[in-house]
């Protein structure tokens, strides 16, 4: 199975240093929740590893392979996928337009694509409802299944999702959950960034909290009996609450 070796990252957006040193490994069948307040450097670490921000420190492995300094095209191609904060849809597309759309950037064959649009129906039955409407007129967590079946599309075996309860009513955001949950189960790495932690940290078997861009803990979910203690140590107040 495979697994995404973080070492020594140090990074972040020109002279502003975010990412200070942070190092973790995730091995496939593992769901990991990434958590942290406000401005910890999450999205900013997802963004290093898919390749959209180089670091001037440090590793990021998939399978032994050295990711640094591949384009995030390359990256995807070698396995990872991810479910970006916001979704990133297009909004006046149809669902099945934005899938076409991801699969060229991906550059899938039309038959790789066919086979990964199939993926992405399998995992979610709506998605195939759904292909000739407009994203627009989808409910919240209609978007976030396409959003998650389009990452799908490559058939990752790195699955990174940053903040994908945004928006979601609470048995919606449990749908979500269960189906990371499955993903990880069929061998894959998830790495699920969240503020509404306690639900993740559910599903989940590993937590790894930074905090002003560096790891404070990284530990396994003991049967939630911590789980109370991780929110009020680590957690935003607002965060803890939701
Ligand atoms: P949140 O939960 O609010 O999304 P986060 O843990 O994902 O927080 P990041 O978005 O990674 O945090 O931000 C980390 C730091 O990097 C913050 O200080 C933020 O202001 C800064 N930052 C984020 N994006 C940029 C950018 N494009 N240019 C410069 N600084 C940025």
Known sequence: MSALRIEGIVGGYGDLTVLR??????????????????????TTLLATV????????GSVKLD???????????????????????????????????LRVAARAARLRSAQAEEG??????AFPIIGERLRQKVQSLSGGEQQMVAIGRALLTDPSVLLLDEPSMGLAPIIWQQVLDTCRRLADEGRVVVVVEQRV???LRVADRCVVLQQGRVVR?????????????????????????
């Open 21 to 42: 040193n942070i190092s973790f490994a995730v091995e496939g069948g593992q769901l990991l929740v990434l958590a942290g307040p406000n401005g910890a450097g999450k």
């Open 50 to 57: 898919m390749g959209a921000l180089r670091p001037s420190a």
């Open 64 to 98: 032994d392979e050295e990711l640094l300094g591949l384009p995030i095209h390359r990256r995807t191609r070698m396995g990872l996928g991810l479910v970006p904060e916001g979704r990133g849809l297009f909004p006046s597309l149809t669902v099945w337009e934005n």
């Open 117 to 122: 649009i199939e993926r992405a129906t399998a």
């Open 198 to 200: 306690l639900e993740a």
């Open 218 to 242: 990284d530990g396994t979910v003991e049967a939630g009996a911590e789980l109370p203690e991780l929110a009020e140590s680590y957690f935003s107040a607002e965060g803890a609450r939701r």
